[in-house]
């Protein structure tokens, strides 16, 4: 148990943290502001704030608390196999560089609408909708982990607490006052990452670290491969990322992609050092190797972890604030083929209040993080084909259709458990989740293509405007 004094550190941390940022968070009081992270003169994010942002705000709570468990699981190969996932970021900046400039697209809603119709931008946006409403849960269960044992008074409490931290500076400063605090987070999240490796790197040093773990199909490298096919189609479900996307100038937009994809793949690998440290150890992790390695080291060094969760957490709850407003606000009007409202502004503070009411439900009901990575993250194989293979279709709803529904009612299947075992590959724990995400994909490519080759097939010419 914490002494008194500590406890109240612990608490009284929260508060602070809260109260600081909203003291540094600045009001944005025009839609360019609130919404494309613009500042009130209309200026643009920099390149290294928005490399910042990025970075920090894939630096989920989840991930590094993932990344570490993995590597108590699978020692580096877990690591790198989490890791893999941050390999998404520059695929996704290559894309997006490639809709903007060649495309025209200002947001992928808008792109999506104009390539395979409003019913296709509709059904994205609804995924959508649901990756942030699982970002709620999934980031504040994190830090309530590190306050009392998952369903207690002071788990609940404490995830409460930092949403209503989080939130009450996301009214303030929307997309704007993210990446203004995310430039904070990154900052300390740094700091306390390099804390915390002082505090495992010197136990067992850097060979012993990386030699933990065996490059087997069973031994983590099915997740490893797992990762590798879901990069092409994670990245696109997340307006946290592809949201910053469109905010900048193109090429300072590609380059902050790059380095912040960069930067990310080796935190998350770093951060695995951690869970490879309680393997070697020989901790009970119980599904938290963080918190479990600093309860072993002390009470300072579980203040220091949990200082560096609450940035990790804090800089993607506001990030989906600020992605769920702008849904709600700009994007599902456009949709439905109308201009935003006047009241903007309002809409999207209502949605973030609303969505952190009912995003902590599932975390009050004691739903497991890392669910929330890999099964979304199936269900979107279908996005794929729709952004990497768009240059080969024209005018083409039947194309998003058959790849995307395809893809969502596999991952459904698979989270049911209806997924026959012939389709794993190898024995491993992640081999039929492997064997789903490679077959599932052949299926989303080849209905995603269907309708082209069948339009060729049948000698119809495209559209005028249209290319193929």
Same mark, same amino acid.
């Given at each position: 148990m914490l002494s008194a004094a500590f406890g109240l550190t612990f608490w009284g941390f929260l508060i602070f943290y809260g109260a600081a940022l909203y003291a540094v968070t600045p009001n944005a009081c025009t839609v360019g502001a609130f919404f494309r992270g613009e500042d009130n003169n209309g200026r643009m994010a920099s390149q290294w704030a928005l490399t910042a942002s990025i970075?920090? =705000?894939?630096?989920?709570?989840? =991930?590094?608390t993932n990344a570490a468990n993995l590597g108590a699981s699978y020692g580096i190969v877990g690591g790198l196999a989490y890791a893999t996932y941050w390999l998404s970021i520059p695929l996704s900046g290559f894309v997006i560089y490639h809709l903007r400039r060649n495309a025209g697209a200002t947001s992928l809603v808008s792109f999506l609408i104009g390539k395979y119709g409003r019913a296709a931008a509709l059904a994205f946006t609804a995924a959508i909708l649901i990756r942030l409403y699982n970002e709620v849960w999934s980031n504040t269960a994190v830090v309530g982990g590190y306050y009392g044992p998952a369903g207690s008074p002071q788990f609940i409490g404490a995830a409460l607490l930092f949403t209503a931290a989080t939130l009450f500076y996301s009214?303030?400063?929307?997309?704007?006052? =993210?990446?203004v605090t995310d430039i904070i987070q990154a900052a300390v999240f740094v700091v306390f990452l390099a804390a915390v490796l002082l505090l495992v790197l010197p136990k067992h040093g850097m060979t012993t670290l990386l030699s933990v773990g065996e490059f087997k199909l069973a031994a983590g490298v099915d997740l490893l491969l797992v990762a590798g096919l879901q990069i092409f189609s994670y990245p696109f479900h997340d307006p946290v990322l592809t949201d910053r996307g469109f905010i900048t100038e193109e090429k300072a937009m590609l380059k902050a992609f790059i380095l912040a994809g960069i930067g990310g793949f080796l935190a998350i690998l770093v951060f695995s050092f951690v869970g490879i440290d309680a393997r070697l150890d020989g901790l009970a992790v119980n599904g938290n190797a963080p918190a479990a390695v600093a309860q072993a080291l002390g009470i300072g060094a579980l203040f220091v972890m949990t200082v560096l969760m609450i940035a990790a957490a804090g800089s993607t709850l506001d990030s989906t604030f600020a992605s769920l407003s702008k849904i709600v606000a700009q994007e599902l009007p456009a949709v439905a083929g109308r201009q935003p409202p006047a009241s903007a502004l309002r809409h999207?503070?209502?949605?973030?209040?609303?969505?952190?009411?009912?995003g902590n439900l599932p975390m009050i009901a004691g739903a497991e993080i890392l669910a929330a990575t890999t099964l979304s993250g199936t269900m979107v194989m279908g996005l794929a084909p729709v952004f990497l293979l768009q240059r080969w279709v024209g005018f083409s709803p039947w194309s998003f259709h058959l790849s995307f529904w395809p893809g969502l009612m596999i991952g459904i299947l698979l989270a049911l458990g209806w997924i026959p075992a012939a389709w794993a590959i190898g024995e491993g724990k992640y081999a039929l989740l492997l064997g789903v995400n490679l077959y599932g994909l052949l299926i989303c490519v080849t209905g995603f293509l269907l309708p082209e080759i069948v339009r060729r097939w049948r000698g119809v010419p495209l559209a005028e405007g249209q290319s193929a």
């Open positions: 970075f920090i =705000s894939w630096i989920f709570a989840k =991930s590094v009214v303030k400063g929307g997309l704007r006052g =993210s990446i999207g503070t209502v949605a973030m209040i609303v969505i952190a009411v009912l």
